[in-house]
């Protein structure tokens, strides 16, 4: 598709267990970034990936979180044991990793933590 | 610590008139300024941007001025349209730095009555 994709666009989750997110970048963009948008709130940087490593992980709030890329494409933001302030609007986005480059999100996947 | 705010929850505007939305910023590292346009369900669309080595930069109807000294930026819309209402959010990154991770501020709820 022409643009960044994420699935699944909703989750509802009982806490406790875990969720896997994924993002589909736009074709070309080397650069990969997770955002969080909690209730409220602005986006919250997560991590960012330049190709397939991830040089950046400040913004990963705890160890349940992690994340890969592979083949410089697909990325996947995982969330073990979750809990309900893990509940949220994950939003990925991408670019052609330039300073300066424009970061195009995704929709976003609504995450909810009963 | 919020690194970027966006202190007006909300603004309600006219249609024709301008819309002036505002953002304070606290870091001195960030050098690239952007506005991102959020509608409900959607990923933020990037809307304009500015460098630190400019006070003005604009796009069609879309304005956006930057006081360093003050830290402090704004988006003027004019004239505002129905079409504009949605969640505008500030976000500032430093270049210099590495992955132009972007800091988000709390965003502001535009509406344009016609």
């Known amino acids: 598709g022409a643009g960044v994709s994420q699935s699944p666009s909703n989750k509802v989750t009982e806490k406790g267990k875990d969720v896997e997110l994924r993002c589909d970048p736009i074709s070309g963009h080397t650069a990969l970034y997770w955002y969080r948008q909690s209730l409220g709130q602005g986006l919250e940087f997560l991590i960012y990936?330049?190709?397939?490593?991830?040089?950046?992980k400040s913004g990963l709030p705890s160890d349940r979180f992690s994340a890969e890329r592979t083949g410089g494409s697909v990325s996947t933001l995982t969330i073990q044991r979750t809990q309900q302030e893990d509940s949220a609007v994950y939003l990925c986005?991408?670019?052609?990793?330039?300073?300066?480059?424009?970061?195009?999100f995704g929709p976003g996947t609504r995450l909810t933590v009963l | 610590d919020q690194q970027v705010k966006q202190n007006s929850p909300s603004l309600s505007v006219q249609e024709g008139r301008i819309s002036i939305l505002n953002c304070d910023y606290t870091n001195s590292m960030f050098d690239y300024f952007l506005w991102y346009k959020k509608y409900p369900a959607e990923g933020p669309t990037f809307l304009i941007s500015i460098s630190s080595i400019k006070d003005k930069n604009e796009d069609g109807r879309f304005t956006v001025f930057l006081n360093k000294s003050a830290k402090h930026l704004s988006l003027h819309i004019v004239p505002s349209q129905p079409g504009d209402s949605a969640v505008y959010f500030c976000?500032?990154?430093?270049?210099?730095?590495?992955?132009?991770?972007?800091?988000f501020g709390a965003g502001t709820i535009l509406r344009v009555k016609s």
């Open positions: 990936f330049q190709g397939n490593s991830a040089p950046d």
């Open positions: 986005a991408s670019s052609l990793g330039l300073a300066g480059s424009e970061q195009f």
């Open positions: 976000a500032a990154s430093a270049l210099r730095g590495y992955g132009n991770k972007l800091v």
